[in-house]
């Protein structure tokens, strides 16, 4: 990359389109040397909606950024729709700002590592507001004890705290200080909280996300330079013991073998098979995980094998855990039935991090006190024939499945690897019409995250619902292995899997009385 191009965009600005003309012109010279251009529309009440049919409407062909926090326009300055600004990569310096009528020029010189001649020039557009711009002085009055230390107790100490899977604890002012950069940098790129479905689409019980408001105080407040200010540190002051099973003592605990993963190297998918002790059937109300070593623990996926099978690969999926998940307890009226004398099947995915360790995962498991109404099912989009082209940067591959019975969709997990770039699923209904259920448009690998529906979602009998991955096995993908090779489906990393899995119930099935009397109670 030689440059980025960025321009200053808002819909109720009819002097831009002229802007947006001109910077057509210069992306179609320089686009194929090296050079990125984007729209950047900070203009608060203009919502992404609004924004993408003023652009089919205008014909722009530009992608558009839209700053719903103003923290771009705010860092740029950019006071006016209309300006253009052209950004050197080699140090992220700001080479050209100013009108799109000397823009072709100044990209020139950027791309050809000369001098740019005229660095800045005025812009006669219209004004974009920045409400916050010229409040820097009040951003030093943020409250830490009264505003953003709540704020991090509630969106962030569950990870980072002692014996959490944050790289560091939220202990103090002192380290929420020494650290404040980097909660800057990663709250901006919108890497903490690590949350990666789009807002738009769907409502989720378990959204880790922060808002908008909550992402500009925090910012503010860093960009004042973190003041202490008068009161408490709830984050000192408050010692939280965290339990070892948040949902409380489970009803039956199983343990894996304990596995030694060497320091270096590939660890092959470990699958341990672990005898359920119980002699009757149970109805099961909840999971959780309490991982031995979460350093070297990847992820889990648990799956029950009736008694009389071999074929570890048959069972029913039971649970999952990754990394940062929460006890898993079952929708309400729901519950998946633990047959007595059954095998749990523990698929172990272990990475080695520069040291031997050693683990041995727990499993929490908790029982109804009465058979449920509706058994809870799962269904898994796949396709292990995929195929992904060397050199790829945007491969979209799907699956699907039409329903012939009403379902009620609960939750959603993508998972793909280091090639997966972005990932939803979508409903086709038997009118034609489509809804998008979930976008992930950024997937990221570390956090194999399940996406519950705040409201369960339901499919009338008939339904197409098909999940899609895209991946990017181009150089462009700092996490690929090798973009020179093609990609198949495969268990680690460097290979690829679509892999969509879907917790639901069907409408029309209920418990049967036959196994409501087998399944008691306790254990």
Not at 45 to 69: C, F, M, N, Q, Y
Not at 256 to 271: D, I, K, M, W
Not at 310 to 331: D, E, H, S, W
Request: charged share 20%; glycine share 6%; proline share 7%.
């Amino acid at each position: 990359m030689k440059a980025v191009v960025l321009l200053t965009q808002s819909n109720s600005c009819s002097a831009g389109a002229d802007s947006i003309a001109q910077l057509k012109q210069v992306r179609d010279q320089y686009q194929t040397q090296g050079v990125q251009f984007f729209l950047v529309n900070s203009t608060l009440g203009e919502s992404r909606d609004a924004i993408a049919k003023a652009a089919i409407t205008h014909g722009i062909d530009l992608p558009i950024l839209v700053d719903d926090t103003q923290l771009i326009g705010e860092s740029l300055a950019a006071t006016q729709a209309g300006e253009a600004l052209v950004i050197n990569p080699k140090d992220w310096t700001l080479a050209y700002r100013g009108d799109t009528k000397n823009l072709g020029a100044a990209v020139g010189s950027v791309v050809n590592r000369t001098a740019v001649k005229t660095a800045q020039t005025a812009v006669s557009g219209c004004a974009v507001k920045l409400s916050e711009l010229n409040r820097r002085a009040e951003h030093a009055k943020i409250s830490y004890s009264k505003t953003i230390a709540p704020l991090l107790q509630d969106a962030c100490v569950t990870c980072h705290r002692a014996g959490g899977i944050g790289p560091w604890a939220m202990t103090s002012y002192d380290m929420v200080k020494g650290f404040a950069p980097m909660i800057r940098e990663v709250v901006r790129t919108q890497r903490m909280p690590p949350w990666h479905a789009d807002p738009h689409y769907g409502v989720f019980k378990n959204n880790r996300s922060i808002t908008p408001d909550q992402v500009k105080t925090l910012v503010h407040w860093i960009e004042a330079g973190a003041p202490r200010g008068q009161g408490s540190d709830p984050l000192g002051e408050t010692k939280k013991t965290w339990a070892e099973w948040p949902a409380g003592q489970p009803d039956l605990v199983l343990e894996t073998p304990e596995f030694n993963v060497p320091a270096t190297g590939t660890v092959a998918y470990q699958n341990m098979p672990v005898k359920n002790p119980l002699d009757h059937d149970v109805w099961l109300r909840a999971v959780d995980f309490a991982p031995g070593n979460r350093s070297v623990l990847h992820h889990v996926i648990v799956s029950i094998i009736p008694t009389g099978t071999r074929n570890r690969m048959g069972g029913t999926y039971l649970a999952g855990y990754v990394p940062g998940a929460a006890a898993i307890k079952f929708p309400a009226d729901t519950g998946i039935l633990l047959p007595a004398g059954s095998t749990l099947n523990f698929q172990m995915h272990y990475t080695t991090n520069g040291k031997p360790a050693t683990d041995k995962t727990r499993f929490g498991l908790y029982v109804a006190k009465q058979a449920p109404k509706y058994p809870l099912r799962n269904t898994v989009l796949l396709d292990p024939r995929l195929r992904i082209p060397a050199n790829a940067k945007a491969h979209p591959l799907s699956a699907s499945r039409t329903f012939d019975r009403d379902v009620l969709i609960y939750k959603f997990t993508p998972h793909s690897h280091f090639r997966g770039s972005a990932s939803n699923f979508v409903a086709t209904y038997t009118d034609g019409r489509e809804e998008v259920l979930l976008s992930v448009p950024r997937y990221d690998f570390n956090w194999q995250t399940a996406y519950e529906l705040k409201e369960p979602k339901v499919l009338p009998a008939g339904t197409k619902l098909t999940h899609t991955t895209v991946y990017d096995n181009s150089v462009q993908n700092p996490a690929n292995p090798d973009p020179n090779i093609e990609v198949r489906w495969g268990e680690q990393s460097w290979e690829e899997m679509l892999y969509g899995n879907v917790r639901l119930r069907y409408l029309d099935e209920v418990v049967s009385e036959s196994k409501t009397a087998q399944a008691t109670a306790a254990p």
